[in-house]
Antibody
Framework: QVQLVESGGGVVQPGGSLRLSCAASGFTFSSYGMHWVRQAPGKGLEWVAFIRYDGSNKYYADSVKGRFTISRDNSKNTLYLQMNSLRAEDTAVYYC??????????????WGQGTLVTVSS | SYELTQPPSVSVSPGQTARITCSGDALPKKYAYWYQQKSGQAPVLVIYEDSKRPSGIPERFSGSSSGTMATLTISGAQVEDEADYYCYSTDSSGNHRSVVFGGGTKLTVL
C-alpha cells in the first residue's frame, strides 16, 4: 500500500532554515510527480511546490518562491523541501502528496500525515 | 488569481442529504476533485474527475458538475462524515502553477 511519511518539522526562529523529508513506499516513486501542500493552523489547504517525476521541472507558489526548494532522490524514494528565510506565516502542517495525471489534468491521490513547522522566536 | 468558492459551513441531521458546492470560472473545462479532512488527519480523496469515487469510499458520496459549479453530495449523511471538505481544481491553463483549493466547508452532522 502507498505510504508517505514526512519528517523534519519543528520549531525554528524567523529567518532560520529547515529541511523536510517525505519517505515514499508502496509505489514506483520515480514515475510520479510529487507536491508539497501546507495548512496553517485553523486554515485551509495551500499548495506549495511541485516536482516532476524526474526532477526536471519544479514550480512554486508565489508565497515561497526564492525561499523554498523542492528536490527528490529517486534512489532513496525520498522527496525534500528545503525551507530558508522562514517567516511566521510559514507556520503550518506540511504534507507531501503523490500526483496522478490523467486526461491532461492532475490531482493528489495519496497524502502523508504531515509534519508541523512552527516559526517563532 | 483563480479562486474556487465554497460555503464556509453546511449542517444536516443524520440521515439527511448534505450538498456542498464549489464555484469556479474554469470548472466548465476542468474537473473538480473533492477531499475530506477529519480533525487532525490528512486529506482523503473522496471524488475525482467530477463524479468518480475512489475504491473504499462509501456509495453515499457522489459528485456532479454543471457549468461553473461542482457539487459534492452525501446522501444519508452519517455522524462519521463530519469533517472539512475541500474542492480542488486548476485554472484554465491547467499547468502546475495553477493549483487551487477551495476555502473549505465544515460539514456538521448532528
Amino acid at each position: 500500500q502507498v505510504q508517505l511519511v514526512e519528517s523534519g518539522g519543528g520549531v525554528v526562529q524567523p529567518g532560520g532554515s529547515l529541511r523536510l523529508s517525505c519517505a515514499a513506499s508502496g509505489f514506483t516513486f520515480s514515475s510520479y510527480g510529487m507536491h508539497w501542500v501546507r495548512q496553517a493552523p485553523g486554515k485551509g489547504l495551500e499548495w506549495v511546490a511541485f516536482i516532476r517525476y524526474d526532477g526536471s521541472n519544479k514550480y512554486y507558489a508565489d508565497s515561497v518562491k526564492g525561499r523554498f526548494t523542492i528536490s527528490r532522490d529517486n534512489s532513496k524514494n525520498t522527496l525534500y523541501l528545503q525551507m530558508n528565510s522562514l517567516r511566521a506565516e510559514d507556520t503550518a502542517v506540511y504534507y507531501c502528496a503523490k500526483e496522478v495525471e490523467r486526461f491532461g489534468e492532475f490531482y493528489f491521490d495519496y497524502w502523508g500525515q504531515g509534519t508541523l513547522v512552527t516559526v517563532s522566536s | 488569481s483563480y479562486e474556487l468558492t465554497q460555503p464556509p459551513s453546511v449542517s444536516v441531521s443524520p440521515g439527511q442529504t448534505a450538498r456542498i458546492t464549489c464555484s469556479g470560472d474554469a470548472l466548465p473545462k476542468k474537473y473538480a476533485y473533492w477531499y475530506q479532512q477529519k480533525s487532525g488527519q490528512a486529506p482523503v480523496l473522496v471524488i475525482y474527475e467530477d463524479s468518480k469515487r475512489p475504491s473504499g469510499i462509501p456509495e453515499r458520496f457522489s459528485g456532479s458538475s454543471s457549468g461553473t459549479m461542482a457539487t459534492l453530495t452525501i446522501s444519508g449523511a452519517q455522524v462519521e462524515d463530519e469533517a472539512d471538505y475541500y474542492c480542488y481544481s486548476t485554472d484554465s491553463s491547467g499547468n502546475h502553477r495553477s493549483v487551487v483549493f477551495g476555502g473549505g466547508t465544515k460539514l456538521t452532522v448532528l
